[in-house]
């Protein structure tokens, strides 16, 4: 069945990095645009990152531009979010989920979440 | 940035009763629109995309209609299973964001 299972999560000092992976599974991940959607405890969902189907456009939310990068690997079927200079406020739970399309639209299929705590 | 208020931000009803929740967007973001449903300790759900198409294996007592800066996402007959928190999703320029939440409680 299609299924995305995130990875990577953990406690981590802020100023440091953390590298998160989404394992698909049951669907072709080379044509599907894929994104990253987190939640801080207790509160809503937030909007991470996306990255078209073949890599060629990604787009980041104003909160992560220039420390988060979103990548890919398609022939290992794993999408990525390296997380740098983490700060308190990055701590929640991680999801990764696939677009309805090649794109960046809406999310149909989600991960079960990793969960990411910024502490010093 | 396009900012997304959902209102009212907590809907207290019964089974069987109608829900009505709405989104507003900061500026026009055409049909762009899209809801999910929240439960507890679980992932989101996507309901409704396009504004107004319901996604595989959805219910039809959910519909969601509006463009422009205003939306709705109606639950004609609310079930026991249907009290979650609610979300909207716009993805204007191909940058995402979501509104703040709407719970449906008994």
């Known amino acids: 069945q299609v299924q995305l299972v995130e990875s990577g999560g953990g406690v981590v000092q802020p100023g440091r990095s953390l590298r998160l992976s989404c394992a698909a599974s049951?669907?072709?991940?080379?044509?599907?645009?894929m994104h990253w959607v987190r939640q801080a405890p207790g509160k809503g969902l937030e909007w991470v990152a996306v990255?078209?189907?073949?890599?060629?456009?990604?787009y980041y939310a104003d909160s992560v531009k220039g420390r988060f990068t979103i990548s890919r690997d398609n022939s290992k079927n794993t999408l990525n979010l390296q997380m740098n200079s983490l700060r308190d406020e990055d701590t929640a739970v991680y999801y990764c989920?696939?677009?309805?399309?090649?794109?960046?639209?809406?999310?149909?299929?989600w991960g079960q979440g990793t969960t990411v705590s910024v502490s010093s | 940035e396009i900012v997304l208020t959902q209102s009212p931000a907590t809907l207290s009803l019964s089974p069987g009763e109608r829900a009505t929740l709405s989104c507003r967007a900061s500026?026009?973001?055409?049909?762009?629109l899209a809801w999910y449903q929240q439960k507890p300790g679980q992932a989101p759900r996507l309901l409704i995309y396009?504004?107004?198409n319901r996604a595989t294996g959805i219910p039809v007592r959910f519909s969601g209609s509006g463009s422009g800066t205003d939306f709705t996402l109606t639950i004609g007959s609310l079930e026991p299973e249907d009290f979650a928190v609610y979300y909207c999703?716009?993805?204007?320029?191909?940058?995402?964001?979501f509104g703040q939440g709407t719970k449906v409680e008994i």
């Open positions: 989920a696939r677009d309805l399309r090649y794109s960046s639209s809406f999310m149909d299929v």
């Open positions: 396009d504004a107004s």
């Open positions: 999703q716009q993805r204007s320029n191909w940058v995402g964001s």
């Open positions: 990255i078209w189907f073949d890599g060629s456009n990604k």
């Open positions: 500026q026009s973001i055409s049909s762009s």
């Open positions: 049951g669907f072709t991940l080379s044509t599907y645009g």
